[in-house]
């Protein structure tokens, strides 16, 4: 199981609602987001909630275990602009 995406006791950030890749916001890695996390998930599944850099290096980890075609430096550039464009 993953840890979790954020410190006990805080709160929440505002759920993230994007129904198109064509939402997400420009920026280095955007592409990368678009091929790898859609692969599987619709856009929105894949970026629904907000997370930390720690928190989705953990998720992108994962989901390259379960498959998702990302090399180090993918993943690295999707951790980046998730976590500026989708953070707490």
């Known amino acids: 199981p993953l840890p979790p995406a954020r410190p ?21 890695g955007r592409a990368d987001v678009a091929r790898v996390c859609t692969g599987c998930h619709a856009i929105g599944t894949a970026i629904s909630q907000r997370r930390d850099k720690d928190a989705w290096a953990r998720i992108i980890e994962d989901m390259r275990g379960r498959g998702a075609p990302a090399d180090d430096a993918q993943a690295a550039r999707i951790r980046d602009y998730l976590a500026a464009h989708y953070g707490p």
């Open 8 to 28: 006990a006791g805080q709160a929440p950030a505002a759920p993230v609602t994007v129904t198109s890749v064509d939402d997400l916001p420009d920026g280095p």
